[in-house]
């Protein structure tokens, strides 16, 4: 799994839909992964047109363009072919599906935006295939102005012929219709194409002539070679789904005017399906969209997927809240003045402890994150995070700052209260879910990927090593604990506590009691950093850190 984290979006198929919706997401501040087969539809094609900024451009030059620009927004894009994706269990906030790898990589998202397109599938006829996308076409928008002019055969296959005869008439006063295998024409058919001088060849068609590697005539099953310098042929639209059938998601058939053209997946206006939390956009729902259309759609399909994230994460910020002042409103508040909880999961003289201490100055800690949190999480991808012990919220900010998940827990309302002002001053509110636990009653629930325990030491009584292990216990697969403990009393403090001892490193982890063959130690040291003590003089203090990585 990459990394074991969970993206905000995984977008499969990395087109001009896909980019683009990758795009929008990417500036919203979302995680995003795009995972591309390098198969677009457009790749036999040697430009993009009716693209404003854009015009002619090649399609690989387009989509090359288009992957630099969202890395630019921290939008991560990888060369693979999912071949499967299904819905996986768990809270609400969590990943909802994992994507499975042709190459047996599996990743997890909270939401999917399926931008893969369709395959354009063609009669049977031979040299037709190797000719598509450069002299055998479809769309008078995309490759029209390239044949002006020119002689234009339209192949009937469907109900469309004459539609698109007069289309391409408008190009060129050469036009003709091979009645191959399609439809009788009916008399107003006829008319429209005689009136507009169109010729109509009846027979089927066999073969094409190509000389120099162009196009140069249609040949019909009597043996007659009908000159013609392009053709049009209208394909059945075959929607690239496959993915989707673990979801139960399938493909429905693609209807014009009452004629199936092929099939697709539904959506509504903003490419949502009907399977919860699952987008499409571009030619995979719309087989009619050309490429900017397919951009256009990516762009909406990405503004709803922040839209239905940001509700999501505001409906759990709520519950948050109401947890929090909800259960002490019905609680009441006790004789010694502290508020309690209904649920009586918070010890009453551990709250009043820490609220005190929080309430005795505006700030109590620094503001700036842990210096050996950010040297060891730096060089990590983002995911989801637990924040032990969060205080007022430095580590959790700067965390979701950096594009992580956060769930951060303290038992003092007064911190958390801090905690989320600082953060919604961030900007990174909605990343950041505040939890009030007392960590010796009540443990935050779900797996993450790092799980960060930050001097979590008390001078009450504390069961330390129960609480370590628990913490232990919420690492995901492949994800990592982080504990960061003094290692020794500070200079200033060493008169006043002559005889405290903390654990060391090796003891820590012998208390966590980890399976080794589930677990890898990644570091087991007493790094040192240099501080400022309480009389402005500056200081050296020494840490215990263990840091490990579950398998």
């Not at 000389?211 to 007659?224: A, F, I, K, P, Y």
Request: overall charge negative; aromatic content about 4%; proline content about 5%.
């Amino acid at each position: 799994m990459r990394e074991h984290r969970i993206y905000d979006v995984v977008v499969v198929g990395g087109g001009a839909a896909g980019l683009s919706g990758a795009l929008t997401l990417g500036r919203s501040r979302r995680s995003v992964l795009v995972i591309d087969g390098g198969a677009p539809r457009n790749a036999p094609a040697g430009h993009v047109h009716n693209y404003l900024t854009s015009e002619g451009v090649a399609p690989a030059d387009l989509y090359a363009t288009g992957r630099v620009e969202v890395a630019g927004y921290g939008v991560e894009v990888v060369d693979g072919t999912v071949t499967k994706a299904h819905r996986v269990e768990g809270p609400h906030d969590r990943a909802r599906f994992e994507v499975e790898l042709a190459d047996g990589e599996l990743v997890r998202a909270r939401r999917l935006l399926v931008t893969t397109g369709l395959v354009d599938e063609l009669p049977a006829i031979p040299g037709l295939a190797e000719r598509w996308g450069r002299d055998v076409l479809h769309c008078p928008y995309c490759h029209g102005w390239e044949v002006r002019d020119q002689a234009v055969g339209v192949l009937a296959t469907g109900p469309m012929t004459t539609h698109h005869a007069l289309l391409f008439r408008q190009l060129t006063d050469d036009v003709v219709v091979f009645t191959h295998t399609g439809p009788p024409l009916a008399p107003e058919q006829a008319e429209q194409l005689a009136a507009r001088g169109v010729r109509v060849v009846e027979g089927e068609v066999t073969g094409l002539e190509v000389t120099d590697d162009r196009l140069t005539g249609v040949r019909l099953r009597s043996g007659e070679l009908v000159a013609r310098q392009a053709l049009v042929v209208g394909p059945r639209f075959a929607a690239r789904a496959d993915l989707l059938a673990g979801l139960g998601l399938m493909t429905s058939e693609f209807v014009v005017g009452g004629h199936v053209f092929g099939d697709h997946v539904a959506a509504d206006a903003s490419g949502a399906t009907p399977v919860p939390g699952v987008w499409v956009a571009g030619n995979v729902t719309d087989p009619q969209a050309t490429v900017i259309a397919a951009a256009a759609a990516g762009v909406k399909a990405g503004a709803a997927l922040n839209a239905d994230l940001i509700a999501e994460e505001t409906d759990r910020a709520v519950t948050a809240l109401r947890a929090r002042t909800g259960a002490d409103t019905e609680a009441g508040t006790g004789a010694d003045g502290v508020a309690g909880t209904g649920a009586d999961v918070v010890d009453a003289e551990t709250a009043r402890h820490w609220d005190e201490l929080y309430q005795r100055r505006e700030r109590i800690w620094s503001g700036r994150a842990n210096p050996h949190l950010v040297d060891v999480v730096d060089p990590l991808p983002a995911g989801t995070a637990l924040d032990l012990g969060c205080g007022e919220g430095a580590d959790a900010i700067w965390l979701a700052g950096r594009g992580w998940r956060v769930t951060a827990v303290d038992v003092s309302t007064t911190a958390l209260d801090r905690a989320a002002a600082e953060a919604a001053t961030a900007g990174v509110a909605t990343r950041i879910d505040f939890q009030r636990h007392d960590l010796t009653r009540t443990f935050p629930e779900g797996l993450f990927d790092l799980v960060s325990a930050q001097f979590l030491q008390s001078p009450l009584e504390f069961p330390r090593a129960e609480v370590l292990r628990a913490a232990a216990r919420a690492v995901a697969p492949g994800g990592r604990l982080l504990i960061v403990e003094h290692g020794e009393v500070p200079p200033w403090s060493r008169l006043a506590h002559p005889h405290v001892r903390f654990a060391t490193p090796e003891e820590t982890l012998a208390e966590l009691d980890l399976d080794p063959d589930g677990w890898r130690t990644e570091r087991l040291d007493a790094p040192r950093r240099e501080v400022t003590d309480p009389d402005g003089q500056p200081a050296t203090l020494v840490d215990h850190l263990v840091l490990v990585r579950r398998r």
